[in-house]
C-alpha cells in the first residue's frame, strides 16, 4: 500500500502532517503567523510613531496616538 500524504489548509497556508488529526496547538500556530503577517502590512500602511495598532476580534483597531 502506497502511503498517502495528508495536507491541512487553513487561509492561505498549505500544512503537510504525518497523521490525519490535526492538533490545537498547529491551529494555533498557524492563526499566530497569520496574525503577524497581517500585522507587518498594516505597519507599513500606518506607522507605529503615530498609530496603535491593535488585533481584536472583530479586526484590526487602529487609532492615532496624541
Known amino acids: ?3 498517502q500524504r495528508t495536507f491541512f489548509i487553513y487561509k492561505d497556508l498549505i ?5 490525519p488529526e490535526i492538533t490545537l496547538k498547529q491551529i ?3 492563526q499566530v503567523k497569520i496574525e503577524n503577517e497581517e500585522y507587518k502590512e498594516q505597519r ?3 506607522n507605529e510613531d503615530v498609530f496603535h495598532i491593535e488585533k481584536k476580534p472583530e ?4 487609532t492615532q496616538k496624541e
Open 44 to 46: 507599513k500602511k500606518f
Open 28 to 30: 494555533r500556530v498557524a
Open 15 to 19: 500544512f503537510e502532517i504525518q497523521k
Open 1 to 3: 500500500m502506497k502511503r
Open 59 to 62: 479586526g484590526w483597531f487602529i
